[in-house]
């Protein structure tokens, strides 16, 4: 940029200065307009200008209706970004945060319904037999397998509830298996286990 020197002092500049004529009151207007940015007429004229050529707006045609399918275009893309949100929060509702809450008061309700904490047992130490030639405690072979049948039928009970646990990734948070049982077979398999 050149330096011009008028009456001793010097003033930025490319050139020198051309008139252009406008009615009044754009030229008001102007000047108005032009104190807001605390900046000279020239500078404010380029700046608008160089604003229309990078954004590539006309004035007088469609210049507002390019800015508004921008701004619509922008909406649209925040509101996928804002569906995609409230599925993963609804995911990790479904997934993580319901099946653990529901886990929760099963066992917070059983623990009310129970009421009493249990005692331990007192440890009973067995006295040392001499008569260790003889038999030992025995079960008639009627008891032995009816003790087999209850072991076995409760094996098979545990391999139709490992059937039903299913490991769950979600995605945030640690792996976890999760049971799918209903409530009322829960209840069941408390009831039978006391």
Do not use: W
């Amino acid at each position: 940029m050149e330096k011009h020197s008028i009456n001793g002092k010097t003033k930025k500049g490319t050139g020198g200065y051309s008139n252009i004529t406008f009615k009044k009151e754009t030229a008001t207007r102007f000047r108005s307009y032009s104190k807001k940015f605390n900046k000279s007429h020239s500078d404010v004229l380029d700046g608008m200008i160089q604003y229309f050529k990078e954004n590539n707006l006309d004035p007088f045609g469609e210049g507002t209706k390019i800015i508004l399918d921008s701004i619509k275009k922008m909406e649209r893309q925040m509101m996928k970004k804002f569906d995609r949100l409230i599925a993963i929060i609804k995911n990790m509702e479904k997934t993580s945060i319901r099946p653990t809450y529901e886990m929760v008061l099963i066992l917070y309700e059983a623990y009310v319904k129970d009421g009493r904490k249990p005692k331990p047992e007192p440890i009973q130490i067995q006295e040392e037999r001499i008569d260790f030639l003889e038999p030992r405690n025995s079960v008639p072979k009627t008891e032995h397998d009816r003790i087999l049948k209850e072991f076995k039928d409760y094996k098979e009970h545990c391999n139709e509830m490992l059937q039903n646990v299913e490991k769950v990734e979600p995605m945030m948070g640690k792996p976890y298996l999760k049971i799918n049982m209903g409530i009322g077979d829960f209840e069941s398999l408390k009831h039978q286990l006391k």
